[in-house]
């Protein structure tokens, strides 16, 4: 598969690469190009912080790729910028991405979306860096504190154990393993097998960052004794 020169590293060092980018294809008028640079700039921001500019540059994707005739982009590009800790038309966009990317047959997207329709939305929070951090160092009460605060909008038809199954069936690791962090923090009693199946994916999937905040939230949610 050939790369694509937004196609980079989830880190600082490809800030500037993107804010190139975006610079160089809304010059030009490139509404596909801008929208995906915008996309990745949205999911790079998520991780790196500051939330409320990932939002912004994740609606200006939605915006831009609307009219783009690039559906996976599209469907993608509604996802991201359905960003943890924002407010916004979150379900709606959600909605739009699973049917979009069912339609065109893309599993990953599906996984992906389903993932997130099964997840809080957002809270009064950081970025997802920010909040695992302080997970990992806070204590019991402070961590139920933070919990609380976080704003369900599951739906009875869509279950974590449902992108569960796409995972495993495309073999996504890292999926798998997203998936099993997440049911080893929201199922009682807390299960350690959850974080330890995953932790072992993301170091074969060569995510090693994965692997590390899954492990803190193994040692939050379900320490050895």
């Not at 099964?118 to 919990?147: C, F, R, W, Y």
């Not at 449902?162 to 080893?184: D, H, Q, R």
Request: a negative charge; hydrophobic letters at 40%; one cysteine or more.
């Amino acid at each position: 598969m050939t790369k694509e020169l937004w196609d980079l590293p989830v880190d600082e060092t490809s800030k500037p690469i993107l804010e190139a980018l975006i610079a160089k294809y809304e010059a030009a008028g490139q509404n596909r190009e801008l929208g995906i640079c915008c996309s990745r700039m949205a999911n790079l921001l998520k991780h790196i912080g500051p939330m409320d500019e990932a939002a912004t540059f994740g609606h200006r994707a939605v915006a831009y790729l609307r009219s783009a005739e690039d559906r996976k982009e599209y469907a993608r590009a509604l996802r991201i910028a359905c960003l943890p800790f924002t407010i916004g038309p979150h379900r709606e966009y959600l909605e739009e991405s699973l049917k979009i990317s069912r339609e065109i047959g893309d599993k990953e997207e599906e996984g992906w979306t389903l993932f997130r329709l099964t997840k809080p939305l957002h809270t009064a929070g950081k970025s997802m860096a920010d909040i695992v951090e302080t997970l990992a160092n806070g204590s019991v009460k402070e961590n139920q504190m933070m919990l609380a605060k976080m704003e369900k909008t599951k739906d009875g038809a869509y279950t974590l154990e449902g992108a569960l199954a796409i995972f495993e069936e495309i073999g996504n690791k890292v999926g798998i393993a997203t998936c099993l962090v997440s049911l080893g923090v929201e199922r009682m009693p807390h299960d350690r097998a959850y974080f330890e199946r995953a932790i072992s994916l993301y170091f074969e999937a060569g995510d090693l960052d994965g692997a590390d905040k899954a492990q803190k939230m193994a040692d939050v949610f379900a320490p050895i004794t």
